[in-house]
């Protein structure tokens, strides 16, 4: 199924979406400021994400054991990827992190085996420990 969430959303709380097993595709607006911790955390069918609003953060385990998740883009306005954020998204397989991210959290790519490809913003300050651990490929 596919959710293409209304504009007069302006947050979507932890864990709203957590484990929602047939959701696979999700259209975030611009109305949008905040994504709590574990939104979609185990939304094992989801391969798309489209975020088209003006988030600082993507806060802990958002998207981890999203794992047919293959292509996120991650919006110019965020400055930080949390702990855990992409933890087993298997299938991603590249990324561009904007240039203003300036701190990628532990374990945030932890897992992610088809990860070939990855841009790093110039002005990054830290890169946590086990951040692209396991990332094989």
Do not use: M, W
């Amino acid at each position: 199924s596919q959710i293409e969430l209304p504009i007069s959303l302006t947050s979507i709380e932890q864990s709203a979406f957590e484990c929602c097993s047939s959701l696979n595709k999700i259209i975030i607006p611009s109305s949008v400021k905040s994504i709590g911790k574990k939104a979609f955390k185990g939304c094992t069918a989801l391969n798309e994400i489209i975020i088209n609003s003006k988030l600082i953060s993507i806060e802990e385990s958002t998207f981890e054991e999203c794992i047919e998740l293959k292509r996120i883009n991650i919006p110019s306005s965020v400055l930080f990827l949390r702990n855990s954020a992409f933890d087993g998204c298997l299938l991603l397989t590249e990324l561009a992190i904007p240039n203003y991210v300036k701190t990628i959290g532990t374990n945030c790519f932890n897992k992610c085996s088809s990860l070939k490809h990855i841009t790093l913003p110039p002005l990054i300050q830290s890169i946590e420990s086990g951040t692209f651990y396991q990332c094989s490929s």
